[in-house]
T-cell receptor, first 113, second 112 residues
Framework: DAGVIQSPRHEVTEMGQEVTLRCKPI?????LFWYRQTMMRGLELLIY????????DSGMPEDRFSAKMPNASFSTLKIQPSEPRDSAVYFC???????????FGNGTRLTVT | KNEVEQSPQNLTAQEGEFITINCSYS?????LHWLQQHPGGGIVSLFM???GKKKHGRLIATINIQEKHSSLHITASHPRDSAVYIC??????????????FGKGTKLSVKP
């Protein structure tokens, strides 16, 4: 398996623009997680899905953030409108659940100017 | 809500040294994760453990549930072990394995 695939690897955008980050989990994994990493706050959970259903989105910072999982092989994290404080590395991870380890994508480094 | 403390924040060692990184948490948990973040940014899950000890190559992870403490040991350290090591625990007892709170990480640098 190719592992968790995220795109793009880098995104540079201007404040106010819409940003869409994409994630393809490992086939067969029931859980998908979106995390954000910043120097100040480290890694934080934003939202996670189980069988394509959002279970906990309490980590999503504001209404400007939204996430979807239309099917078992694809998820998006959207920021609209983007702000400079959204600059961070966004990681997607998936797992089988039930005590199995997390598998992380390579992350998307977002810079909002 | 759980809280996680890691120590030390930074660690420099000579090749061959025995390394210990510590992690303490505040609320009882079902499992604890140790992650490795490479200098290039990628994150790899090293261990997920709920009791006792696990070993993988030169890496050993231990956990003491009563004391709410875990350690990650690296034997015969090598420059390629240089990375940030992150401890993570579920946000709440019984919480989903991926609904995690992360430590700030320990940046390890192993000199040849």
């Amino acid at each position: 398996d190719a592992g968790v695939i995220q795109s793009p690897r880098h995104e540079v955008t201007e404040m106010g623009q819409e940003v869409t980050l994409r994630c393809k989990p490992i086939s067969g994994h029931d859980y998908l997680f979106w995390y954000r990493q910043t120097m100040m706050r480290g890694l934080e959970l934003l939202i996670y899905f189980n069988n394509n259903v959002p279970i906990d989105d309490s980590g999503m910072p504001e209404d400007r953030f939204s996430a979807k999982m239309p099917n078992a092989s694809f998820s998006t994290l959207k920021i609209q409108p983007s702000e400079p404080r959204d600059s961070a590395v966004y990681f997607c991870a998936s797992s089988l659940g039930g005590g199995s380890p997390l598998h992380f994508g390579n992350g998307t480094r977002l810079t909002v100017t | 809500k759980n809280e996680v403390e890691q120590s030390p924040q930074n660690l420099t060692a000579q090749e061959g040294e025995f390394i210990t990184i510590n992690c303490s948490y505040s609320v009882g948990i079902s499992a604890l994760h140790w992650l490795q973040q490479h200098p290039g940014g990628g994150i790899v899950s090293l261990f997920m453990l709920s009791s006792g000890k696990k070993k993988h190559g030169r890496l050993i992870a231990t956990i003491n549930i009563q004391e709410k403490h875990s350690s990650l040991h690296i034997t015969a350290s090598h420059p390629r072990d240089s990375a940030v090591y992150i401890c993570a625990v579920p946000m709440n007892y019984g919480g989903s394995q991926g609904n995690l709170i992360f430590g700030k990480g320990t940046k390890l640098s192993v000199k040849p």
